[in-house]
């Protein structure tokens, strides 16, 4: 079954989704060199720049590592006497711990909405408008 559609913009049936053009313009490769003794592996990926531009939206990254480690930091410090450090680096806890749970929700519940219409997008080759096919 072919299905035809047009750019909502110019009408051009010069129309691609996003998703396909992102992959037929991004390449991936592995090396492995030996030299004498010494075995280098090489990995690496290529994108065209119209790849690039309409990539799928990233998800965040969490690092609760930065959470624990001034928590961890403070407890040391317990005893030194140092109020203000202790209280800097609880202060920076919080701040890390906000921080990862905002990342945290971006990722369960934005994310999953804003991938999905990057999912069901188009391209015109013509216009260069990006539009959710309805």
């Not at 047009?6 to 030299?35: A, R």
């Not at 806890?93 to 990342?103: H, I, P």
């Not at 990057?118 to 990006?130: A, D, M, P, Q």
Request: aromatic share 12%; charged share 15%; net charge neutral.
């Amino acid at each position: 079954m072919n299905v035809h559609f047009d750019c909502p913009n110019c009408g051009s049936e010069n129309v691609q989704s996003l998703p396909i053009i992102f992959q037929s313009g991004t390449s991936g490769s592995n090396s492995i060199t030996k030299t004498g003794k010494i075995i280098s592996v090489t990995k690496g990926s290529n994108m065209t720049n119209l790849a690039r531009s309409v990539a799928p939206p990233a998800q965040k990254e969490c690092n609760w590592w930065l959470t624990a480690l001034p928590a961890f930091l403070a407890f040391i410090f317990l005893d030194s006497g140092e109020t203000w450090l202790i209280l800097l680096l609880l202060f920076w806890t919080g701040a890390q711990f906000k921080d990862n749970l905002d990342k945290k929700n971006y990722n369960e519940k934005v994310w999953p909405q804003e991938y999905d219409i990057w999912l069901h997008s188009y391209l015109c080759h013509r216009c260069g408008n990006i539009f959710v096919r309805g």
